[in-house]
T-cell receptor
Framework: AQSVAQPEDQVNVAEGNPLTVKCTYS??????LFWYVQYPNRGLQFLLK??????LVKGSYGFEAEFNKSQTSFHLKKPSALVSDSALYFC????????????FGKGTSLLVTP | ETGVTQTPRHLVMGMTNKKSLKCEQH?????MYWYKQSAKKPLELMFV???????ENNSVPSRFSPECPNSSHLFLHLHTLQPEDSALYLC??????????????FGEGSRLTVL
């Protein structure tokens, strides 16, 4: 079975500081990992994904994520946070056994203060 | 604009009502999904359709009835719901030939309140 854990319900960061939103996963096969963002009263928007290759993946809005196989982690990062980055962030995973189903974590609320 | 449109955006219904949620995608995708989003809980996959055929049903109660008449349209028919069914219902689509690697494209969601 596939699962994702986002250990922090909320992350608070000052504008201009680096941010990290944590994600760990559990799969039986090779993981296919995704990050999504959700702004209030909106659907989920795709940020980036790791399929294979370089462990550092770059995505939309200046976000990047680092795949670490030994730690089974896929943390989302940004060098300099913006107030407009405040939103709900979801990590998700598939593997060969999950087929179409994309399994999501419970989400982490990011608050960037001026 | 994500290419996935959901209507209505908000719906209030009584427990004895019958209503439907509609989803339409303009991306040429062949797989469509219904997810349920409740506060403080992970997104719950409800149904998956691939080329109009249902491929997954995650033990969803029969008061939720999906319909996929073609690859561009997906419905969720609702009847005799319970207050705990109040949630944001999200529709998504993806490209079938990228089952494992393709990202999902989500609509804005339909906020359902059951009184």
């Amino acid at each position: 079975a596939q699962s994702v854990a986002q250990p922090e319900d909320q992350v608070n960061v000052a504008e201009g500081n680096p941010l990290t939103v944590k994600c760990t996963y559990s799969v039986s096969g090779n993981p296919y990992l995704f990050w999504y963002v959700q702004y209030p009263n909106r659907g989920l928007q795709f940020l980036l994904k790791y399929i294979t290759g370089d462990n550092l993946v770059k995505g939309s809005y200046g976000f990047e994520a680092e795949f670490n196989k030994s730690q089974t982690s896929f943390h989302l990062k940004k060098p300099s946070a913006l107030v407009s980055d405040s939103a709900l962030y979801f990590c998700a995973v598939r593997d060969e056994d999950s087929g179409y189903a994309l399994n999501f974590g419970k989400g982490t609320s990011l608050l960037v203060t001026p | 604009e994500t290419g996935v449109t959901q209507t209505p955006r908000h719906l209030v219904m009584g427990m004895t009502n019958k209503k439907s949620l509609k989803c339409e995608q303009h991306l040429g995708h062949n797989a469509m999904y219904w997810y349920k989003q409740s506060a403080k809980k992970p997104l719950e996959l409800m149904f998956v359709y691939n080329f109009k055929e249902q491929t997954e049903n995650n033990s969803v109660p029969s008061r939720f009835s999906p319909e996929c008449p073609n690859s561009s349209h997906l419905f969720l028919h609702l009847h005799t719901l319970q207050p705990e069914d109040s949630a944001l219902y999200l529709c998504a689509s993806s490209q079938e030939r990228q089952i494992l690697t393709g990202e999902l494209f989500f609509g804005e969601g339909s906020r359902l309140t059951v009184l």
